[in-house]
C-alpha cells in the first residue's frame, strides 16, 4: 500500500518562492534515497534533487543554490523549498523513492508549480 502524495504547488511570480510537501506512506521510508522530480510540458521527467537516508544531498545543477530538499522520517515526509523561482521551474513536481538509480514507483499526482509574471 505504497502512497505518494505531493503538495505545496501553486502559481507564483519570477523571484517567488514554494515549498512542496510530499507524503511517503506504507514504506519505511528511513531506508530510501528519496527524490523529487519535474516534467515540464513536452519534456522527459527530471530528477531536480535527493536526500540519502545518511541525509546527503544532490541537486540538477539549474537548481543549486534555489532548491533546498529535507525529510521528516518520523512523518514519513519529504520537502523541497525553493526560492528565487524561474520561468523555467514551471513542471509538474513529483516525489518518489529513487532504488538503483531511479524512481521505484508508482507516481503519486504531482503538484503544479507554475512561474510566470
Known amino acids: 500500500q505504497v502512497q505518494l502524495v505531493e503538495s505545496g504547488g501553486g502559481l507564483v511570480q519570477p523571484g517567488g518562492s514554494l515549498r512542496l510537501s510530499c507524503f511517503a506512506g506504507?514504506?519505511?521510508?528511513?531506508?530510501?534515497?528519496m527524490g523529487w522530480y519535474r516534467q515540464g510540458p513536452g519534456k522527459q521527467r527530471e530528477l531536480v534533487a535527493s536526500?540519502?537516508?545518511?541525509?546527503?544531498?544532490d541537486y540538477l545543477d539549474s537548481v543549486k543554490d534555489r532548491f533546498t530538499i529535507s525529510r521528516d522520517n518520523a512523518k514519513s515526509m519529504v520537502y523541497l523549498q525553493m526560492n528565487s523561482l524561474k520561468s523555467e521551474d514551471t513542471a509538474v513536481y513529483f516525489c518518489?523513492?529513487?532504488?538503483?538509480?531511479?524512481?521505484?514507483?508508482?507516481w503519486g499526482q504531482g503538484t503544479q508549480v507554475t512561474v510566470s509574471s
Open positions: 506504507g514504506v519505511i521510508m528511513s531506508f530510501y534515497t
Open positions: 518518489n523513492w529513487i532504488v538503483r538509480g531511479g524512481p521505484r514507483g508508482p
Open positions: 536526500i540519502s537516508d545518511g541525509g546527503v544531498t
